[in-house]
């Protein structure tokens, strides 16, 4: 297992839309593990394969997380996605990303949503979410589509923490 570099916005990758994982190999479960390793160092919560550079429709979360007092991990891989049901009701939580680091949002997703997805023995999975479950997924599969979550909030605080992050990666380099 490897820990990836994760990519921070504004990079242009991260507004890629994600293709589907036509097949289930060897390589794949590889990148599920070093995602996972990936995620736990960060330490977050949840990562799309798009923000350690590969577009493939596959992410992996853990809203329990690795090593909290009391609580076992519950991982979990996510493997093209589909979102088949939202609630009518939204929550509001404030959200951050591992690839927009050190800022956070508060952003409005529905409540509950009902998912399909792959798993990586390659079967047809069906999970109800809730809570921070069913924020931490919709939030995955919006890198999926090309888009984070600053994307939901005005554009004045967007731009003000895009520009701030551009500002940090200029002197980095």
């Known amino acids: 297992m ?20 036509a097949e289930i190999t060897d390589e794949i479960r590889e990148l599920v593990a070093d995602m996972f390793e990936t995620m736990y160092e960060a330490p977050g919560i949840g990562l799309a394969a798009i923000q350690v550079g590969v577009q493939k429709r596959l992410l992996v979360l853990d809203v329990v997380g690795k090593g909290q007092e009391g609580e ?4 979990i891989a996510i493997i093209n996605p589909d979102i088949t049901w939202v609630s009518d009701d939204d ?7 591992l ?3 050190s800022h956070y949002a508060d952003v409005v997703r529905p409540t509950e949503i009902k998912l399909s997805y792959l798993d990586l023995d390659g079967e ?13 997924i919709q939030h995955e599969i919006d890198h999926l589509d090309g888009i984070l979550f600053v994307d939901h909030i005005s554009a004045l605080k967007r731009n003000m923490i895009l520009r701030k992050l551009l500002k940090q990666k200029k002197m980095a380099s």
């Open 99 to 101: 690839s927009v680091p």
């Open 2 to 21: 490897a820990i990836l570099p994760i990519i921070v916005a504004p990079d242009p990758q991260l507004k890629t839309i994600s293709t589907p994982v």
């Open 91 to 97: 929550s509001m939580y404030e959200e951050g990303c």
């Open 124 to 136: 047809k999975q069906e999970l109800h979410a809730d809570g921070l479950l069913s924020t931490c």
């Open 72 to 75: 076992d991990p519950e991982p």
